[in-house]
């Protein structure tokens, strides 16, 4: 059984910054591949970043340049720093785990909510 658990949600203004922290816990490795992604209502749910292994990141091209995704291996922690928020980042942010890479099998957080609003 794997458990993640999400905090740093919340409601900020454009142009400010948020840091989305998840942590795995359970029978999954600490260097699994993780991620975090969004969903607003009536969309599918898409990825907004990625990190497996050492270290090897991937972002959506709308959060390029704002977003970082980070992980610290001996809290099994991956954050997600948001920097130059936007209206349309508003969203229900998830924490995804795999137990390895290219897995079908998806483990999900209980998602955190992320508005970005004047």
């Known amino acids: 059984q794997v458990q993640l658990v999400e905090s740093g949600g919340g409601l900020v203004q454009p142009g400010e910054s948020l840091r989305l922290s998840c942590t795995a816990s359970g029978s999954i490795f600490s260097s699994a591949p993780m991620g975090w992604y969004r969903q607003t209502p009536g969309k599918q749910r898409e990825l907004v970043a990625s990190i497996v292994g050492f270290g090897v990141t991937n972002y959506a091209d709308s959060v390029k340049g704002r977003f970082t995704i980070s992980r610290v291996y001996a809290k099994s922690t991956v954050y997600l720093q948001m920097n130059s928020l936007k209206p349309e980042d508003t969203a229900v942010y998830y924490c995804?785990?795999?137990?390895?890479?290219?897995?079908?099998?998806?483990?999900w957080g209980q998602g955190t909510q992320v508005t970005v609003s004047s």
């Open positions: 995804n785990a795999k137990p390895q890479i290219g897995s079908a099998i998806n483990y």
